[in-house]
């Protein structure tokens, strides 16, 4: 997952300081996982389909666009870093979505599943206000994500 945690961790720092990370949490289980950046969690009572707040994958199952390239890829990482797993959902201003899904920021232990597809690179940045509470460390992983060449900013090999 992370290689360098405590790099993140600097980055939250701020966050954690202000208080500003103090939001709710709701804890359950990954039942499934949709594509890259929505799943499906056990809660106590319910399933809940769970949206990720701040990015975007490509698509796998979209009515009008069908497959986007890079999509299968995402997917399987997502089901790597979150399949079958417990996960804590920190929520955000805005809990929902126009299509009733809960918004949240995914934690698998001390990852936040959110910045780690961006980070390696199968997720871009989406940034919904009034959810921004992370922006700027999606959009510094996705440039260090970009300038490696991570994941789907993979560069073409030249023959």
């Known amino acids: 997952m992370l290689r360098r945690p405590w790099h993140l961790l600097l980055l939250l720092l701020p966050l954690l300081a202000s208080g500003a990370v103090s939001a709710a949490t709701i804890e359950g289980t990954v039942v499934r996982v949709v594509d890259g950046d929505t799943i499906h969690v056990q809660l106590a009572d319910r399933v809940e389909k769970i949206r990720y707040i701040g990015v975007n994958a490509p698509e796998i199952h979209h009515p009008l666009k069908g497959q986007e390239p890079g999509g299968r890829e995402a997917a399987a990482v ?82």
Do not use: C, S
């Open 78 to 159: 997502n089901r790597r870093l979150v399949g079958g797993r417990h996960v804590r959902l920190e929520l955000d201003v805005r809990t929902r979505d126009r299509y009733g899904r809960l918004l949240a920021y995914v934690w698998v232990g001390d990852t936040m599943i959110n910045a780690e597809l961006v980070r390696e690179g199968y997720a871009q940045v989406m940034t919904v206000p009034p959810n921004v509470k992370y922006q700027e460390l999606f959009v510094m992983l996705q440039r260090e994500a970009r300038h490696a060449g991570r994941g789907l900013w993979l560069k073409p090999v030249a023959h």
